[in-house]
C-alpha cells in the first residue's frame, strides 16, 4: 500500500512536469492497480482457454491441457509491465494458430481428444 502510494505521487509528479495544467485539471482522480500476479495471470489463461476449448468443441474436436501447457503458457503471458493483455496473444499465437496448422496438416486426429502439452519449450498437440 506505502508503494502504490509512492508511486502515485511519483506519477502525479510526471504529469504535472510534462502535461499542461488546463489538461491535469480535467483529470479527477488516479487509480493506481496493483501489478498481477502469476497465479492471477494462470487464473485469467484458465478462462481464456475454456474459451478456445469450447469454440473447438463446436468443430467436434476436444481438447485437454496438460499441467505443463498451462504452466508454460502462464509464464509466457506473464509481463508485469502489461498485465493480462499478453494472454490473448499468446493463446492465439502460440495455441490456436499452431493448432489450426496441426489440423491442415492432418498430424492429428481430430475425432480422439487433443492433449495440448509443453515439449522443448513448444506446445505439441498429440492424441
Request: net charge neutral; aromatic share 8%.
Amino acid at each position: 500500500e506505502e508503494t502504490l502510494e509512492k508511486t502515485k505521487g511519483e506519477v502525479l509528479e510526471v504529469l504535472k512536469a510534462s502535461v499542461r495544467p488546463e489538461f491535469l485539471n480535467r483529470i479527477d482522480e488516479i487509480i493506481m492497480f496493483h501489478p498481477l500476479t502469476t497465479d492471477n495471470i494462470r487464473d485469467i489463461l484458465k478462462m481464456q482457454m475454456e474459451g478456445v476449448k469450447e469454440k473447438v468443441a463446436d468443430m467436434g474436436i476436444e481438447l485437454q491441457f496438460t499441467e505443463y501447457a498451462i504452466k508454460y503458457l502462464t509464464q509466457k503471458g506473464y509481463d508485469p509491465a502489461y498485465g493480462a493483455r499478453p494472454v490473448k496473444r499468446i493463446l492465439q499465437r502460440e495455441l490456436v494458430n499452431e493448432l489450426a496448422k496441426a489440423l491442415l496438416k492432418g498430424s492429428i486426429n481430430k475425432a480422439k481428444p487433443v492433449i495440448v502439452d509443453n515439449f522443448e519449450d513448444n506446445l505439441v498437440f498429440r492424441n
